[in-house]
């Protein structure tokens, strides 16, 4: 049985400005890009989209609100609604000096402001957040010591849900809207669950178009993971900038891709760092989720035992004789300099060596 929430009710017939802020690694590329493809069917329903190249949302991020206002007091009779989707604006727009300017624009030309952001629990997203930086080649702690940073460090990212929201209490006259990303609700495809929320109609016959599918985002594995940590610690070590190597992200991933390792998910936490994590967001988690949905947050997020899966490296000479030969082909499609690539292997031997 799914578990029921409260979320505010929209009023289609309501001139609305709707802002679909994220958040980052919460399915918001997903769901841009489903809405986009969606355009025309979004149109239909007197929803006029951002552009494909994000003008709206990237010129919010960037407080020039000339185009926003050029759309709101040129938006043609036969709209009722504009739609922005970007995680860029995820916390760009959680500042009361922007609040306030999107409110009173809005306002001014007769329309309602409402923002909706998809929630995570923490545990997930600190994984999949992680994974994201080390596959990126960004420095990064270890899993624990990067948990508790962010734990300890809400200027780096807040994910206490009622502290990162909190700018938002000062604005009634805006619509909230978060949504729980939780397997226990009725709608848990996140694209369908926003349209709905909207109270958007799925199209009859063929129903809302499919998204086009999309590795970028793909975790690459625990396998992956540690490669990506050990490329970086090593380029590092020798004084070399990745990020001046274009495909830093992709060339790991698409190996992973094509060896399978992206279907063993790393996972970083062991019990007592999930029990840690758990506890520490667990009174402000229920807090958020009784006010905004109705229920307690273990009804759509129930506490479940950790299944840690990490990768050490490899064990048997085979193995390490096929890591290192993928890690010489992963330097060649980098495009990782000559010169130093000697001093890399010798490095990387030494690490598979203990």
Partial sequence: MPTSFALPQINSDERMLWIHAGPHKAASSYVTERLRKNRTTLAAQRVLMDGDNNLL????????????????????SDFQRILISSSSLDTRILKRSVLTILRDMASSYGFKLGISYFIRDQQSW???????????????QDFPDYCRYIMNNSSSWDISYPSKFSPLKDYPEIVKMFLPLSRLVEITDPFLALTS??????????????GEPSKKNIQPGAKGI??????????????????VLNRKGKVIRDLAIERGWDQE??????????????????????????EHWGVSWNELFPVKAASQFVYSGPASEQEKKEMRRLMVRVLRE????WPLR?????????????
């Avoid at 600190?126 to 990064?140: A, K, Q």
């Avoid at 540690?226 to 990020?243: A, H, K, N, T, V």
């Fill in 197 to 210: 929320a909207l109270g958007l109609k799925e199209p009859p016959g063929l129903g809302w178009l499919k």
């Fill in 57 to 76: 949302a990237n010129s919010i991020a960037e407080k020039n609100y000339q185009p926003l206002e050029q759309a709101l007091s040129g938006l043609p």
């Fill in 265 to 290: 998910k790393f996972d970083g936490f062991d019990q007592p760092l999930l029990d840690r994590v758990t506890g520490f967001y667990a009174s402000s988690n229920d807090a958020f989720s009784r």
């Fill in 126 to 140: 600190l994984n999949s957040v992680y994974c994201h930086r080390v596959r990126r080649f960004r420095s990064t």
């Fill in 334 to 337: 980098l495009h990782f300099p």
């Fill in 226 to 243: 540690w490669m990506s940590r050990i490329c970086y610690q090593l380029m590092e070590s020798l004084g070399f900038d990745p990020d």
């Fill in 342 to 354: 000697k001093r890399f292997f010798n490095g990387y031997d030494a690490i598979v060596a203990g």
